[in-house]
């Protein structure tokens, strides 16, 4: 498969990663206001049927019968679809209800760093030290950020921030179970297996609360954004950047997340955003941006 290589013509893809990066950071603005009246097992389930739908209909008009994977694909697939869709939704979900825009932003950081602590493990990346260095300072800016409350169980926000964590873990356990997966199955068809084999988990989510509550108009416009952009638009839209552009060039554009989060959240919400938290922040930026960066000469 060859790499993307940058050309005037990727332009429309920029804008699109531009405008994937505000549908991901700004779902923690729209999450904590539809978690205001919804549960959080509904939410996600809300968002497992949509996707399902939406990517399954997608993949068959453009791939017909080649949606169908290979039979011993599938557990592996559902395994996947376990960390990637599931249990990830579930634990962002019950994390936002728990803490703030702001901190889930910056939490979202840390993806990278699990997911090549992960890659390591299984032997996917090869160790280095420069990366588990920029491991040790984003870890300490996250610690900083976890605990600046205090170590309390009892707190809502430390257990927010817990669950924040946890489904950091969680979804980068997914992007390397992932990975040989998806070189053998087209990015439509691969999203859509990915919500289609979590459906089973609906129910057992939705007991959280009503599917259909008695919810106010504000809250259910929120729903829909939040089915509408992080869902399924920031998906199509990474999608297509991905054919026009390089994966570093992605990943850099990641950083935008929790900018993006945090001037939502201190400025529709009135969040805070205090010295403690900026701290914290720098350290995970420095860090993250020490594992991502590619050394000059490669």
């Known amino acids: 498969m060859s790499t993307p ?77 376990f960390f990637g869709i599931a249990l990830n939704q579930a634990l962002f ?3 936002l209800e728990r803490s703030s825009s702001v901190n889930t932003g910056l939490m979202m950081m840390v993806i990278p760093l699990f997911t090549y602590l992960i890659a390591v ?28 409350r205090g170590l309390d169980l009892r707190s809502d926000y430390l257990v927010g921030n817990l669950l924040l964590i946890a489904n950091t873990l969680s979804y980068a356990t997914f992007l390397v179970a992932a990975k040989p997966l998806m070189r053998l199955y087209p990015p439509l068809v691969f999203t859509g297996w990915m919500y289609a084999l979590c459906l089973w988990s609906v129910p057992f989510l939705s007991v959280d609360g009503p599917v259909f509550p008695d919810a106010s108009t504000g809250a259910w416009w929120s729903l829909v954004m939040v089915l509408v952009f992080p869902t399924t638009l920031a998906y199509l839209l990474n999608m ?29 919400r009135g969040e805070s955003f205090g010295w403690s938290m900026a701290v914290a922040a720098t350290l995970m930026l420095a860090g993250v941006w020490t594992v991502v960066r590619r050394p000059r000469g490669r």
Do not use: N
């Open 5 to 81: 290589s940058e050309h005037p013509g990727s332009r429309s893809a920029h804008l699109a990663l531009l405008a994937c990066q505000f549908c991901f950071g700004l779902f923690p603005l729209f999450g904590k206001r539809a978690l205001e009246e919804f549960a959080p097992g509904v939410v996600a389930g809300w968002r497992i049927v949509v996707g399902s739908l939406v990517f399954a209909l997608l993949a068959l008009a453009v791939h017909g019968r080649d949606v169908l994977p290979r039979r011993k694909h599938v557990v592996p697939m559902f395994a996947c679809a």
């Open 121 to 148: 493990l299984v032997r996917q990346e090869p160790w280095s030290t420069r990366r588990i260095t920029g491991i040790v300072i984003a870890l300490s800016g996250t610690s900083y950020l976890v605990l600046q």
């Open 240 to 268: 297509y950047a991905l054919q026009h552009v390089r994966a570093s060039t992605i990943a850099v554009y990641v950083f935008l997340q929790p900018l993006i989060a945090g001037v939502a959240g201190v400025t529709v």
């Open 93 to 95: 979900l019950e994390g």
